[in-house]
């Protein structure tokens, strides 16, 4: 599965959900951010995904129930709410981040 290069517009939820991700995923002081070494692995799978490739994930410490329940509710709505946004524009808008 290629990475997409379709523009998505996004909506306030979703960079909601994409700065709560980010936020853990990235850390350090402005001009010196890297990956959080406990993303590391995880991430090398991304990258492998996105080329093509399979993984295997295996959480071997499950972490607080009810934040990982608020993680999938945002990207729920997310998901939802961008979709909706992106079938009525007939040119999506693409955003940086």
């Known amino acids: 599965m290629p990475a997409s290069n379709v523009p998505t517009k996004l909506t306030p939820e979703a960079l909601t959900y994409l700065r709560a991700v980010l936020g853990g995923l990235l850390q350090g ?11 590391r692995d995880l991430v090398n799978g991304v990258y492998q995904v996105l080329a093509g490739g399979t993984v295997d994930v295996n959480v071997t410490q499950p972490g607080v129930s009810s934040q990982v329940k608020a993680y999938k509710r945002m990207e729920t ?6 979709n909706k946004v992106n079938e ?10």
């Open 29 to 39: 002081p402005t001009g010196k951010v890297k990956v959080n070494p406990h993303f």
């Open 77 to 82: 709505e997310s998901l939802k709410s961008s």
């Open 88 to 97: 009525q524009h007939a040119y999506p808008i693409r955003v940086d981040i």
